[in-house]
């Protein structure tokens, strides 16, 4: 039994403990809602790229400060939100989870799943807009990041911390590119993020199901914001993408990260900006469209040793209208990028896949991102390729050609066989540099157009099962000693006698 006076102690104890509390909460109201967009009047103290809540549960981001109120951009549903409605501030910039965690899963740009399969576990947040690393924090993109694409791993390589464009029309195998170079990653430690912005959701659902039919998606993260998405989700989401190739990068490890694609991402926010009354500047988009990519893609970097050695690569995708790369967001992203994947629709139907044009596509950290066994044999296989095209639009005109243009045209004709390449079968470094060998030194030129692919796949068989000791030079000291080049022209020529 308690005494009297020991129950008066104990009320003492907890009166002296207890401290008064006061909570201050910042709250604006609704004045005017409607197409995704927000106008809130009281909310004086907001930062730009706050996140607020309506009172519903529904969150959106403070996008506009005006003089007597606020534009924000709704996360969902705008429908059950009325003039009059209660909006608070959050205190905290838009964040999204990151790490280790989101592998294998399936999210939407606010960083909530979308797979069915329970909550995302992730003990870290990030801001998904952060000042990009600056000059002394970055090192030269020296490492390649191979996509087991035999025509991008040989003219057009891609290193890590690259930003490298993947343009073209409508169809012409721009994703089936990106998804390979993700498949092609399987034991490399990237990361692989894949955005998808306003994409049919059927569409995303088949990518995943192909990635996790080739393995690709232990080590994938899909961040998704669908066609039937508001805008300001598909404004959101290459952002978050980036958000969680970034945490990958500071912690001393490399991430890929896909935008597909920023053509639809430009036109989302060109919605945004015109309906929070944004003048229109060209095309009808805001004039910080540029802004809106630059500050996106130059987040990908090759972090310097001393801050870990990570990096980010992007490869952002635009999609062009009849094949014009002239307009306006098209010139933009190719100005921010280090290089371009053109993709032609001419080439698409003539059965060149993939359907690059070589001519126009460029990339500008170049050999410093190639293996050196790939720079021995691949050297000035892009400048002899670009040759070959202009040498067959003229050829066609002529009747008589003399010996060495109709050897250029028999090479020509061979390599780009050659480097024609099925989708979902990327190819190992060393597979490449032998086919791509065998080609370039004229071991080929005597061999029909059409046994090419079949003489490629035989050959590899043939060293793989007689020569393995070739491979293994090629992966381990990825360079070409004039021994190991005997070596494989005796290999090719072995076999050539027996095709």
């Known amino acids: 039994m308690l005494k009297p006076e020991e129950?008066?102690?104990?009320?003492?104890?907890?009166?002296?403990?207890?401290?008064?509390?006061?909570?201050?909460?910042?709250?604006?109201?609704?004045?005017?809602?409607?197409?995704?967009?927000?106008?809130?009047?009281?909310?004086?103290?907001?930062?730009?790229?706050?996140?607020?809540?309506?009172?519903?549960?529904?969150s959106g981001m403070v996008l506009n400060l005006e003089p007597h109120h606020v534009g924000v951009v709704i996360f969902g549903a705008d429908r059950e939100i009325k003039e009059g409605d209660q909006v608070k501030r959050t205190g905290k910039i838009v964040q999204v989870p990151v790490g280790e965690g989101l592998k294998g899963r399936v999210i939407n740009p606010l960083g909530d799943p979308i797979d069915g399969k329970g909550p995302v576990i992730s003990t870290k947040m990030r801001p998904i807009e952060t000042v990009p690393p600056s000059v002394v924090e970055r090192q030269p993109v020296k490492e390649p990041l191979q996509t087991g694409i035999k025509a991008i791993d040989s003219m057009i390589p891609i290193g890590r911390g690259q930003r490298e464009l993947v343009i073209g029309d409508r169809q012409t195998g721009k994703t089936a590119i990106l998804i390979d170079a993700i498949i092609n990653q399987k034991d490399s430690g990237v990361h692989c993020v894949y955005v998808a912005i306003g994409q049919k959701l059927s569409t995303v659902v088949a990518i995943r199901d192909t990635l996790e039919k080739y393995g690709a998606m232990e080590y994938t993260t899909i961040v998704s914001a669908s066609s039937e998405d508001p805008a300001p989700l598909q404004y959101l989401a290459p952002y978050s993408g980036a958000a969680i190739g970034e945490e990958t990068m500071h912690s001393g490890k490399h991430a890929l990260v896909v935008y597909d694609d920023l053509s639809k991402h430009a036109t989302a926010y060109r919605q945004i900006s015109l309906l929070l009354q944004r003048p229109p500047g060209r095309e009808a988009f805001p004039g910080d469209v540029f802004y809106l990519h630059s500050r996106l893609l130059?987040?990908?970097?090759?972090?310097?040793?001393?801050?870990?050695?990570?990096?980010?690569?992007?490869?952002?995708?635009?999609?062009?209208?009849?094949?014009?790369?002239?307009?306006?967001?098209?010139?933009?992203?190719?100005?921010?990028?280090?290089?371009?994947?053109?993709?032609?629709?001419?080439?698409?139907?003539?059965?060149?896949?993939?359907?690059?044009?070589?001519?126009?596509?460029?990339?500008?950290?170049?050999?410093?991102?190639?293996?050196?066994?790939?720079?021995?044999?691949?050297?000035?296989?892009?400048?002899?390729?670009?040759?070959?095209?202009?040498?067959?639009?003229?050829?066609?005109?002529?009747?008589?050609?003399?010996?060495?243009?109709?050897?250029?045209?028999?090479?020509?004709?061979?390599?780009?066989?050659?480097?024609?390449?099925?989708?979902?079968?990327?190819?190992?470094?060393?597979?490449?540099?032998?086919?791509?060998?065998?080609?370039?030194?004229?071991?080929?030129d005597d061999i029909p157009v059409e046994k090419i692919k079949d003489f490629e796949k035989g050959l590899l068989d043939f060293i793989d099962k007689n020569c393995l000791d070739i491979f293994h030079e090629i992966s381990e000291k990825k360079t070409i000693s004039d021994a190991l080049k005997e070596k494989m022209k005796k290999a090719v020529l072995k076999f050539k006698n027996t095709f």
């Open 7 to 58: 129950v008066t102690q104990i009320i003492e104890k907890e009166i002296q403990k207890y401290q008064t509390r006061l909570s201050l909460e910042s709250v604006g109201y609704v004045i005017q809602v409607g197409d995704g967009i927000a106008r809130v009047y009281g909310l004086d103290e907001a930062m730009a790229g706050e996140l607020v809540l309506f009172h519903n549960g529904v």
């Open 298 to 444: 130059e987040r990908a970097a090759k972090l310097h040793d001393d801050l870990g050695g990570g990096s980010m690569t992007a490869l952002p995708v635009i999609e062009t209208q009849l094949g014009d790369i002239s307009a306006y967001i098209p010139t933009n992203v190719i100005s921010i990028t280090d290089g371009q994947i053109y993709l032609e629709g001419d080439l698409f139907f003539a059965g060149v896949r993939p359907a690059i044009n070589v001519g126009l596509s460029v990339s500008r950290v170049g050999g410093n991102a190639q293996t050196k066994a790939m720079k021995q044999v691949a050297g000035m296989l892009r400048l002899a390729l670009a040759q070959y095209r202009e040498l067959q639009a003229f050829a066609q005109l002529s009747t008589d050609l003399d010996k060495a243009t109709k050897d250029q045209l028999a090479r020509g004709e061979r390599m780009t066989e050659l480097l024609k390449q099925n989708d979902l079968s990327p190819m190992p470094l060393e597979h490449q540099v032998v086919a791509i060998f065998a080609g370039n030194e004229g071991l080929l």
